[in-house]
Nanobody, 126 residues
């Protein structure tokens, strides 16, 4: 099994930046994609970003393109989400996820992932 822990959330003013970190443990030396989803109060889960095992393939949701950057740390099971120019509508709980068994092209759906973190709260104030 894989355990995921998110960190780096908090409160920030509109226009500011935050960086989320997701650390995956329990397995090593496996090829899997990692992604971020978010869920705002009263709204459905939304795809934010995904990255392939080697970092070669990266995808973003339309609402965050040009503002957010996803990256992986070398061969370690760590993924980051750099969030710039934050807006009030970015306020949500952000979840890190690992997809090991589903095809790589299933990156923007819940079904593409097998393990999920507990979530990190990001609040953007006006």
């Amino acid at each position: 099994q894989v355990q995921l822990v998110e960190s780096g959330g908090g409160l920030v003013q509109a226009g500011g930046s935050l960086r989320l970190t997701c650390a995956a443990g329990g397995r090593t030396s496996i090829k899997y994609k990692m992604g971020w989803f978010r869920q705002a109060p009263g709204k459905e889960r939304e795809f934010v970003a995904a990255i392939s095992w080697n970092g070669a393939n990266i995808h973003y949701g339309d609402s965050v393109k040009g503002r957010f950057t996803i990256s992986r740390e070398g061969d370690r099971n760590t993924v980051y989400l750099q969030m710039n120019n934050l807006r009030a509508e970015d306020t949500a709980v952000y979840y890190c996820a690992v997809g090991e068994y589903a095809p790589a092209w299933i990156y923007a759906e819940h079904s593409g992932y097998d393990y999920w973190g507990q979530g990190a709260q990001v609040t953007v104030s006006s």
